[in-house]
């Protein structure tokens, strides 16, 4: 299989006692700033570009939520540098501000067994930094990995893949959609009633109720099932990141990981030309009900009059993968795991649960529910959705579920910044913040600005390079520069 660089960028639900929506952007830039670990400061925004499409064009300008705008009106801030307040990690992630929400972008990885390992030691990130802005304001500060506020507005959890750019728009959308709608079912969160479309008292995706068009590149507002920013964080002539903004913020390891390795799946059959075709009729709406589809298979429809189900999609993306003629062990696992909790969603509910959040929510809530005599659109209901949310281990009820032992596959002990493979890009990336900070201008996803005797040293970063270990144990800067550049 071709190796597929991939990385997560998880914004976090931020409440700050006594402050309001109006007061979002600037907490949420006092929170990342107050961030008392080892990172440096200087992003280099050059390569950065939200409004190029990856069907060959450029839009005017980003659509913005109207009701956001409104909190915004007759602020005055400095620049976008200022705003975002990015910070560089020893170990190559970025944490920044992205619309008033704390951002934890992960190191690139080449598995999702270790991206979701990033993604978990990401979490003790974002709560030390808001543990820190709660003592110098003296407020209470929360943070939730979630994907929504219950009062209309989403925010993201972003995946990227790296993928060559000969593949292009049109197989990348026919291979993915159908998989995007159908994997929540393996994958969702899990929420408490809805804020768009039809009612209902719980569903699998947080982020379902927001999507509004099949494909565009839009990520604030008129969202969509399928993302075609092209902004490839590397050489753009060979590459495109596959931009995925459909997927929710995962509290489960083992959903995380699950989430990311279905899309590599997905991936590799697009490379050895092995994706099932199905032609939805209609992604958005298919997105919504399957989310609905909480108490049996739920109904995808398809072109024509004919319908499917989210289980027979999947099981034709595994169906495939066990023909690919180089899977890797991580794809194999993949496969087998899923049909496995296929099986047993309705078989074995109590296996199901154990390491797919929706369900695990579902059970907990459901119980509390009918102990108190509440409906499930009952306040408390959103306020103990929150909770299962909450990276505060004294609080969170997913981390209640963890200590009592009815969740699986939780990774154990992590540390709050956990190394990147040696070799790697993020490695080289965070080893030059660590070590020479002091004599860097700019750092980006590919690139490093040195501050050269003789003017900038400007240092592109290949994705798939293995960089040379011997950089850990140079002295200088320049020697540092130059053992990158051979």
């Not at 007061?23 to 990342?32: E, G, N, R, T």
């Not at 944490?95 to 978990?120: Q, W």
Request: glycine letters at 6%; charged letters at 30%; one cysteine or more.
């Amino acid at each position: 299989m071709r190796p597929v660089l991939v990385g997560l960028e998880t914004e976090y639900g931020l409440s700050v006692e006594g402050r309001g929506a109006e007061d979002q952007i600037d907490d949420s830039m006092a929170l990342v700033r107050s961030y008392p670990g080892e990172c440096f400061v200087g992003w280099d925004y050059r390569f950065e570009s939200p409004r190029s499409d990856l069907r060959g064009f450029q839009v005017d300008r980003l659509a913005y939520d109207p009701e956001d705008a409104q909190f915004d009106t007759g602020k005055v801030r400095q620049g976008d540098r200022e705003v975002r307040s990015d910070r560089v990690l020893p170990n190559g992630a970025r944490f920044y501000n992205d619309h008033g929400h704390p951002e934890y972008s992960t190191p690139e990885c080449l598995s999702a067994h270790e991206l979701a390992l990033h993604d978990k030691a990401g979490e003790q990130v974002v709560a030390r930094a808001a543990a820190a802005f709660a003592d110098e304001t003296g407020r209470q500060v929360k943070v939730y990995k979630n994907n929504t506020d219950f009062h209309g507005a989403s925010y993201g959890t972003h995946e990227s893949y790296l993928v060559p750019r000969a593949v292009g728009f049109e197989k990348l959308f026919k291979a993915l959609v159908p998989l995007f709608v159908a994997r929540q079912v393996l994958t969702g969160a899990g929420k408490v009633g809805h804020e768009h479309g039809s009612a209902c008292p719980f569903q699998m995706s947080q982020r379902a109720d927001f999507f509004v068009e099949p494909a565009n590149i839009e990520t604030l507002y008129r969202r969509p099932v399928f993302n075609t920013r092209d902004e490839p964080h590397a050489d753009p002539r060979q590459w495109i990141r596959t931009h995925v903004i459909c997927g929710d913020a995962n509290r489960m390891f083992a959903c995380t990981r699950r989430k990311v390795a279905l899309v590599r799946l997905a991936l590799a059959l697009v490379d050895a030309d092995l994706v099932p075709v199905w032609r939805l009729a209609d992604p958005v709406r298919s997105f919504a009900e399957v989310s609905r589809a909480i108490d049996d298979e739920g109904r995808i429809d398809l072109e024509g009059s004919s319908w499917t189900t989210p289980r027979l999609v999947l099981e034709s993306y595994l169906d495939a993968a066990e023909r690919l003629p180089d899977a890797d062990s991580e794809t194999l696992d993949t496969v087998q795991e899923c049909r496995s909790l296929l099986e047993a969603r309705f078989s074995r509910p109590d296996q199901f649960r154990r390491t797919v959040d929706w369900a695990a929510k579902h059970w907990l809530l459901d119980q509390y529910r009918e102990a108190e005599g509440l409906a499930w659109h009952h306040p408390a209901m959103q306020s103990l959705d929150l909770a299962y949310c909450d990276v505060d281990p004294a609080e969170s009820l997913f981390d209640a579920l963890v200590e009592a032992g009815e969740v699986d596959g939780e990774p154990g002990d992590l540390p709050e910044v956990l190394p990147a493979p040696v070799g790697s890009r993020p490695w080289a990336r965070g080893l030059a913040a660590a070590r020479f900070g002091r004599h860097i201008e700019t750092i980006s996803w590919g690139s490093m600005v040195f501050k050269g005797n003789d003017g900038p040293v400007d240092l592109r970063l290949d994705p798939l390079r293995e960089f040379n270990p011997a950089l850990a144990d140079v002295e200088s800067w320049e020697e540092f520069c130059a053992l990158l550049q051979d």
